[in-house]
Protein backbone atom coordinates (compact mmCIF):
# COMPACT_ATOMS: atom_id res chain seq x y z
CA UNK A 1 0.00 0.00 0.00
CA UNK A 2 1.36 3.02 -0.68
CA UNK A 3 1.84 5.80 2.07
CA UNK A 4 2.66 9.44 1.90
CA UNK A 5 3.78 11.35 5.04
CA UNK A 6 4.47 14.80 5.63
CA UNK A 7 6.16 16.65 8.06
CA UNK A 8 7.94 20.09 8.90
CA UNK A 9 4.79 22.59 8.97
CA UNK A 10 4.74 24.81 12.19
CA UNK A 11 3.91 28.20 13.53
CA UNK A 12 6.07 31.03 11.80
CA UNK A 13 6.16 34.94 11.55
CA UNK A 14 5.71 36.43 8.33
CA UNK A 15 8.93 36.58 6.30
CA UNK A 16 10.31 33.34 8.29
CA UNK A 17 11.12 29.95 6.25
CA UNK A 18 9.61 26.71 6.15
CA UNK A 19 10.90 23.18 4.77
CA UNK A 20 8.33 20.79 4.59
CA UNK A 21 9.04 16.83 3.71
CA UNK A 22 7.38 14.19 2.20
CA UNK A 23 8.87 10.36 2.28
CA UNK A 24 6.29 8.10 0.16
CA UNK A 25 6.50 3.92 0.72
CA UNK A 26 5.50 1.10 -0.30
CA UNK A 27 5.97 1.36 -4.08
CA UNK A 28 9.30 2.50 -6.21
CA UNK A 29 8.32 5.98 -6.37
CA UNK A 30 11.25 7.56 -8.95
CA UNK A 31 8.97 7.24 -11.75
CA UNK A 32 6.13 9.60 -10.04
CA UNK A 33 5.53 13.08 -9.99
CA UNK A 34 5.61 14.36 -6.66
CA UNK A 35 3.92 17.44 -6.29
CA UNK A 36 2.47 19.54 -3.20
CA UNK A 37 -1.35 21.35 -2.66
CA UNK A 38 -2.31 23.45 0.33
CA UNK A 39 -5.73 23.99 1.32
CA UNK A 40 -6.98 26.68 3.69
CA UNK A 41 -9.91 26.97 5.61
CA UNK A 42 -13.12 27.47 3.20
CA UNK A 43 -11.21 27.32 0.05
CA UNK A 44 -10.72 24.81 -2.30
CA UNK A 45 -7.41 22.82 -2.18
CA UNK A 46 -4.81 24.28 -4.55
CA UNK A 47 -1.61 23.27 -6.46
CA UNK A 48 1.35 24.74 -5.40
CA UNK A 49 4.29 23.20 -6.57
CA UNK A 50 5.50 19.91 -8.50
CA UNK A 51 8.58 17.75 -9.43
CA UNK A 52 9.17 15.34 -12.12
CA UNK A 53 10.37 11.92 -11.43
CA UNK A 54 13.95 12.58 -12.18
CA UNK A 55 14.06 15.90 -9.81
CA UNK A 56 14.99 18.16 -13.38
CA UNK A 57 11.94 19.56 -13.95
CA UNK A 58 9.66 21.83 -11.84
CA UNK A 59 6.60 23.41 -12.26
CA UNK A 60 4.83 26.41 -9.79
CA UNK A 61 1.78 28.08 -9.01
CA UNK A 62 2.29 31.69 -9.66
CA UNK A 63 1.23 32.59 -6.04
CA UNK A 64 4.66 30.99 -4.90
CA UNK A 65 7.11 31.21 -7.88
CA UNK A 66 10.24 32.73 -6.49
CA UNK A 67 9.69 32.08 -3.02
CA UNK A 68 9.16 28.32 -2.62
CA UNK A 69 11.15 25.56 -4.11
CA UNK A 70 10.28 22.16 -4.92
CA UNK A 71 12.75 19.39 -4.74
CA UNK A 72 13.60 15.62 -4.80
CA UNK A 73 15.71 13.70 -2.60
CA UNK A 74 18.47 11.88 -3.60
CA UNK A 75 16.60 8.42 -3.13
CA UNK A 76 13.98 9.87 -5.58
CA UNK A 77 10.99 8.87 -3.21
CA UNK A 78 11.29 12.11 -0.96
CA UNK A 79 9.88 15.67 -1.76
CA UNK A 80 10.92 18.59 -0.21
CA UNK A 81 8.94 22.15 -0.73
CA UNK A 82 11.36 25.11 0.76
CA UNK A 83 9.45 27.85 1.64
CA UNK A 84 10.65 31.84 2.01
CA UNK A 85 9.42 34.84 3.08
CA UNK A 86 6.29 33.68 4.02
CA UNK A 87 3.17 35.09 4.31
CA UNK A 88 -0.09 34.88 5.59
CA UNK A 89 -1.35 34.01 2.65
CA UNK A 90 0.28 30.89 3.03
CA UNK A 91 -0.89 29.48 5.88
CA UNK A 92 -3.05 26.37 4.62
CA UNK A 93 -2.92 22.55 5.43
CA UNK A 94 0.10 21.39 2.97
CA UNK A 95 -0.49 17.94 1.57
CA UNK A 96 1.82 15.73 -0.37
CA UNK A 97 0.94 13.61 -3.83
CA UNK A 98 1.80 11.86 -6.55
CA UNK A 99 0.84 10.38 -10.05
CA UNK A 100 1.91 8.05 -12.37
CA UNK A 101 2.65 8.77 -16.18
CA UNK A 102 4.17 10.98 -18.49
CA UNK A 103 4.93 13.51 -19.69
CA UNK A 104 5.46 16.12 -17.14
CA UNK A 105 2.08 18.69 -17.05
CA UNK A 106 0.96 19.29 -13.64
CA UNK A 107 -0.45 22.74 -15.55
CA UNK A 108 -3.20 20.49 -16.81
CA UNK A 109 -3.82 18.34 -13.71
CA UNK A 110 -6.09 19.09 -10.77
CA UNK A 111 -6.30 17.62 -7.37
CA UNK A 112 -8.27 14.48 -9.11
CA UNK A 113 -5.56 13.23 -11.28
CA UNK A 114 -3.48 12.89 -8.45
CA UNK A 115 -3.84 9.12 -7.22
CA UNK A 116 -2.76 9.18 -3.31
CA UNK A 117 -2.72 11.92 -0.83
CA UNK A 118 -0.55 12.47 2.43
CA UNK A 119 -2.53 13.28 5.69
CA UNK A 120 -1.45 16.90 5.55
CA UNK A 121 0.77 19.71 7.68
CA UNK A 122 0.08 22.61 9.10
CA UNK A 123 1.43 25.63 8.07
CA UNK A 124 0.87 28.55 9.91
CA UNK A 125 2.15 32.03 9.13
CA UNK A 126 1.21 34.96 11.69
CA UNK A 127 1.80 38.76 10.61
Known amino acids: QVQLVESGGGLVQAGDSLRLSCVASGRTFSVYVMAWFRQAPGKEREFVAA????????YYADAVKGRFTCSRGTTKNTVYLQMNSLKPGDTAVYYC????????????WGPGDYGRWGQGTQVTVSS
Open 97 to 108: AVREGLPFAPAN
Open 51 to 58: VDASGTLT
